[in-house]
């Protein structure tokens, strides 16, 4: 099991199909639980999703390429979602042109384009339920595809059942019966082919 471009593609029309409806409210409102307004958390995600494009493009051992991407400060809110969307499908296209065996730098360990792929579904699905959530609605993630994520970014993880519910557990967005929700968590950016065993 992996992570593909075309899982992109499909975090990106979940994404799309629960904000476009709401691009005429008000996105200065905090996003979810998290300390910024959906503007500022859009941004981010099309900042982040640039950057994960950046990486595997140009694939550099041991640090991020340095840039910094902004929305105009008077884009409309349609304008940040149409940000966030277009660095998905630039990170799904530099994903599609990777090879397997290719690493680039990230701080989870160096990672592959399914790595990269998985990271981005991961901050799509989140932080656009961060941005829905914020505007009184929130998404249907694919179940099907955060469970691959979760394998792929958290292999040490005990399964559970539903895997929306299992990537927002592992990303401390939510408890659960008998999980506390998480603090302090990071995933695993590398592939599993290329991680250390402990010594025994």
């Given at each position: 099991?992996?992570?593909?471009?075309?899982?992109?593609?499909d975090?990106?029309?979940c994404?799309s199909?629960?904000?476009e409806?709401?691009v005429?409210?008000?996105w200065?409102?905090?996003?979810g639980d998290l300390?910024?307004d959906?503007?500022?958390?859009?941004?981010?995600?099309g900042?982040?999703?640039l950057?994960y494009?950046?990486?595997?493009?140009s694939?550099?051992a041991?640090?991020?390429?340095?840039?910094l991407?902004?929305?105009?400060a008077?884009?409309?809110?349609g304008?940040?979602?149409?940000?966030?969307?277009?660095?998905?499908?630039?990170?799904?296209?530099?994903v599609?042109?990777?090879?397997?065996?290719e690493?680039?730098?990230?701080?989870?360990?160096?990672?592959?384009?399914?790595g990269?792929?998985?990271?981005?579904?991961?901050e799509l699905?989140?932080h656009?339920?961060?941005?829905?959530r914020?505007l009184?609605?929130?998404?249907d993630?694919?179940?099907?595809?955060?469970?691959?994520?979760?394998e792929?970014?958290?292999?040490?993880?005990?399964?559970?059942?539903?895997g929306w519910?299992?990537?927002r557990?592992?990303a401390?967005?939510?408890?659960?019966?008998?999980r506390?929700?998480?603090?302090g968590w990071?995933w695993?950016?590398?592939?599993?082919?290329?991680?250390?065993?402990?010594?025994?």
């Open positions: 099991m992996t992570v593909r471009a075309e899982d992109l593609d975090a990106l029309a994404v199909a629960a904000l409806p709401v005429g409210g008000d200065t409102r905090p996003a300390d910024w959906c503007r500022y958390t859009a941004e981010h995600l900042d982040t999703l950057s494009a950046a990486q595997v493009a694939r550099p041991d640090h991020y390429v340095r840039f991407a902004k929305a105009d008077d884009a409309s809110a304008e940040l979602l149409e940000f966030v969307l277009t660095a998905g499908r630039l990170l799904a296209l530099a599609g042109a990777g090879q397997p065996d690493r680039a730098y990230h701080p989870t360990g160096r990672s592959d384009p399914a990269f792929a998985a990271m981005g579904c991961v699905l989140l656009g339920d961060d941005i829905a914020g009184g609605t929130g998404i993630a694919p179940r099907e595809l955060c469970a691959r994520v979760v792929r970014l958290f292999p040490e993880q005990e399964p559970i059942p539903d519910d299992a990537l557990w592992c401390g967005r939510i408890e659960l019966p008998g506390p929700r998480r603090t990071k695993q950016g590398s592939p599993e082919s290329d991680r250390v065993a402990p010594p025994a």
